[in-house]
């Protein structure tokens, strides 16, 4: 009598570059689950593990022109029939960039935040309906592939509200609806309002950390930038020029501490 063996996919990680929003499906980057268990890597970009026991793994993703990155997944929670999982990883300084690209460099504490994004550029999306504040979704209109779960936006209504969104699990891709991590805060129209992407960094250690910028396409541009840590955010509208020379200050005249 023979033995059988069940294989079952436990947990399939999809990387999506967090600057153009594309699937990653280079072999050099490195994944791997708790204890060193390693996955079985498919052409289209899928790291499956296989037959995973514990109800909860920490996934860990290494290479070039990637920060590292590490994210707890509670195994339990996911779907057994699709159990996929979208990690965003964000460019480095090795990153190969478009020429032209807005780019910047912040000194960051421990465990703080920062996140940029431009209001008055043209990379935006829009509403396909109306929502109330306490909804907790939303529809978007995109017009390309871009693979937007996971990513972080400023949504920004008529009368100048706004607040930043974590885009969750993609409910229905034909209507274009989004889970949110977080209820609204506000309400939003159809007319008038527009969801920035947010280039956004958390640092793990003290230190410096580069940021490629969505929303450019110029010599030079305005930015919004979001500094968080504790609770407590710092904004700051700093104007930045094509290259990498951008650096972000803290202390500049036009800072205001909003207590989240």
Known sequence: MRDSI???ASLAVLLIDDFTGKIITSPSLRVTACGGRKPVRKPEGFWVFLNLTS???EVAVDGPCYYSERQTIALKELDSANPVVRLRLKPDRTYKLPKGTLCMTA???????????????SDYKKLLADYEKGSKEISLYQGGKEELEGKICCIMGKKETKECI??????DRDKGIYLLDQTLKD????????IYPVSYIKAQDAGEYFLPLSGGGRAEAEYICLFEQDGIIEEQKIVMKEGRGNRIRWDGPDVKKIKR
């Open 6 to 8: 069940h294989i079952r």
């Open 55 to 57: 109800p909860e793994t």
């Open 107 to 121: 000194v960051l504490p421990k465990l703080a935040s920062l996140m940029v994004f431009n209001e008055q550029g």
């Open 166 to 171: 974590r885009l969750g699990k993609l409910k």
């Open 187 to 194: 309400s939003y129209k159809k007319i008038g309002t527009k």
